[in-house]
């Protein structure tokens, strides 16, 4: 046996002990606890990049320094996070590099769209609009939306909101060239389709938009009207300046966003980097003390006015908009057994992660007295993503024998024991809506159930056929029933393929994909790549996928994982992969470097469907190119369990992707 093979048996015996260990902690029981376990208070629930902690024994305090955070007033919502920070900056955050899910969860109550996607009914409803968003209409060669706003919306330094905000967060977008998702929420470039060319105030309340083609239901409102709108009284000079300089974009990311002013529930106040953030309730909280009702055949009653439905059915939740706390806090935890600590001693309310509560801790939430459990499907997957820039990962038939070498249902059922779900599409199952079963089944029928031998002859037949060649073969041993592997693999180009290294989160952040990372290694080992898992730290992974515009990509592969944001139509094919939104052209969610003209036409065909019907149909015609193409192997998902304090009150707990989905209801939660 090789070195680097013992190298790697090690690695997977130490992880498999890591996980053993999670697993005993659970008893014989692998399954989720149903909801109805919960001992929440009321009847009855999601964004950003996702992204778990040596089950084994946590720091006598669970956090990074003797540094606590402050507590302020009546009731404080304290929360739990096992990431910190890494901007204040909301600019960053939606489109500089910084789009990871902590970020949102700590800055993301603090902005607000035209309009927002209600949970737990996934209707669009009003937000800083009046009324439900106006239909498009033609002028000559264009298409104009003229919206109504709301009057009297405030910010928390004390300027209250107008159409000029709206026009100044467009232009600044566009006039700097911000990219990520600033690019796709306000589609200025001349490559979008359709292409939003004009932002006008025709007065204080009122905003006229113009779009080159007639936007379908993925542009408005599910883009342009649900995407964050900042403030031009603050950020104003600070794009002026940059706008003067060669590179606008980077002064806006670089800028203090900490003083940033709040439209939402909560103002950021402060931040002890590794230790601990803090937000503070806003005062002048526009909305504080609206009324909502969700029913469930999709009526919602804001204030009286009834937007959906025909009012009947049963409530599913009825509340009144807060916030309630006086402060959020967020303390920063070492792992995710410092922080279940944590929460089981009362030290904080609610710990949010992306993950939910990994099946080894889930026995001490679910022995301990003082916490409530929520279980939700997600909206959400786990990826192995190649990068295409650069050999092996940018031959198809290569990332296509890497699909076939996975066996996701030994990996999820054997390797992970049932505690998470294998997937084959990109759309999560929990997503009824939108979900192709059928499709679904095609496509797993591809792969699942093959044997070894199987998985090798089609892997092979890939590879030699696109002209791969070996010192040694990789032959099936049928006496020992198992893969002899492969040495030195060449590619097409006459290339020795050098080692292969997967980044993914370490066991201390996240088993599941620390233990794939080492199973995947391994498969690639037996085709003669050489491969090596790398255990890397959360954010690092993320700083070398999105390394700045113009840097080069350099990753081989890695295993991440995204929260979908919105469920109510799924836009995230153009986003993650459309050739506009390179990493290294704009920050975009493109890092695998994925450029198929193809695709970009069936993924701007989503945004432009003007019909749910046209839109589901031109989504799996996209997904059907990206289970041929495989810029990424989507892996596996979880149900998302948690647990949090009984003495708190959520409006509501069953939600797709759970509570974090809502940034843990900050602006909602009752103590």
Not at 591 to 620: H, P, R
């Amino acid at each position: 046996m090789s070195n680097s093979s013992n190298s790697r048996l090690w690695r997977l015996v130490a992880i498999l002990a890591i996980f053993a260990l999670i697993v005993a902690a659970c008893g014989s029981d692998t399954t989720d606890t149903t909801a109805e376990d919960t001992t929440a208070t009321t009847a009855g629930d999601d964004g950003g990049t996702d992204d778990t902690p040596d089950p084994t024994t946590p720091p006598d305090d669970g956090g990074t320094d003797d540094t606590t955070p402050p507590s302020g007033g009546d009731f404080t919502y304290r929360l739990g996070m096992t990431s910190d920070l890494t901007t204040t900056n909301y600019w960053s955050y939606y489109g500089g590099g910084d789009s990871t899910v902590y970020n949102a969860y700590v800055l993301g109550p603090a902005k607000a769209g035209l309009f927002a996607i209600d949970l737990p009914s996934l209707a669009v409803v009003p937000s800083l609009a009046e009324g439900l968003p106006v239909e498009p209409v033609q002028e000559g060669d264009v298409w104009t939306i003229t919206q109504p706003l709301q009057q009297g919306v405030m910010w928390s330094d004390g300027n209250e909101f107008t159409a000029n905000d709206v026009v100044f967060t467009f232009e600044a977008v566009r006039d700097a060239a911000l990219g990520g998702t600033w690019l796709s929420s306000y589609p200025y470039s001349e490559e979008s389709s359709p292409r939003l060319t004009a932002v006008e105030a025709v007065d204080d309340y009122t905003v006229k938009l113009t779009l080159d083609t007639k936007p379908g239901l993925g542009t408005w409102p599910h883009n342009v009207g649900v995407n964050s709108v900042m403030s031009a009284t603050f950020w104003g000079p600070v794009v002026e300046e940059a706008l003067a300089t060669e590179d606008p974009a980077a002064v806006i990311y670089g800028a203090d966003g900490s003083a940033d002013p709040s439209i939402g529930a909560v103002v950021f106040d402060s931040w002890e980097e590794g230790a601990f953030v803090v937000n503070s309730a806003n005062s002048g909280y526009s909305f504080q003390g609206q009324q909502w009702t969700i029913y469930d055949d999709g009526t919602v009653v804001i204030d009286g006015e009834q937007y959906y439905g025909s009012g009947g059915g049963n409530i599913l939740t009825s509340y009144s908009d807060g916030p309630y706390a006086s402060q959020v806090t967020y303390s920063i935890y070492t792992d995710q057994s410092a922080a279940m600590l944590a929460l089981v001693n009362g030290e904080i309310d609610y710990w949010i992660n992306p993950l939910g509560v990994s099946p080894g801790l889930r026995g001490q939430g679910l022995e301990a007295g003082n916490l409530g459990v929520a279980v939700n499907p997600t909206n959400g997957m786990r990826y192995l993503a190649f990068n295409l820039r650069k050999s092996p990962g940018s031959y198809k038939e290569f990332r296509q024998a890497v699909a076939y070498m996975i066996d996701k249902e030994f990996l999820t059922q054997n390797v992970l024991q049932g505690v998470a779900f294998p997937m084959y599409v990109m759309v999560p199952e929990g997503n009824q809506k939108w979900f192709n079963n059928e499709f679904a089944e095609e496509v797993k029928g591809t792969y699942a159930g093959l044997s070894a031998e199987e998985r090798l002859a089609a892997a092979m037949e890939l590879l030699s056929g696109a002209g791969f060649t070996w010192d040694v073969e990789p032959v099936f041993d049928a006496d020992l029933g198992e893969i002899i592997p492969g040495e030195g693999i060449t590619d097409p180009a006459g290339v020795k393929v050098p080692e292969i290294e997967i980044l993914a989160p370490p066991a201390s952040y996240d088993p599941l994909r620390a233990t794939a990372s080492l199973w995947i290694e391994g498969w690639l080992e037996q085709l003669g790549v050489p491969a090596r898992a790398n255990p890397t730290d959360f954010n690092t992974i993320v700083a070398k996928i999105w390394p700045g515009v113009g840097e080069e990509i350099t990753f081989d592969m890695y295993i991440l994982g995204w929260s979908l944001g919105n469920p109510a139509l799924p836009t995230f094919h153009e986003s993650f992969w459309h050739s506009r939104y390179l990493a290294e052209d704009n920050d975009g969610n493109n890092s695998t470097g994925f450029v198929n003209a193809e695709f970009d036409a069936a993924s701007d065909a989503i945004l432009a469907a003007t019909t749910e019907a046209d839109a589901y149909e031109k989504m799996w015609e996209a997904e059907a190119i990206l289970a041929d193409q495989l810029p990424y192997v989507v892996l596996f998902d979880t149900p998302i369990t948690e647990f949090f304090s009984n003495e708190l009150s959520f409006p509501f707990i069953q939600t797709l992707s759970g509570l974090q989905f809502g940034s843990g209801f900050a602006g909602l939660v009752q103590k």
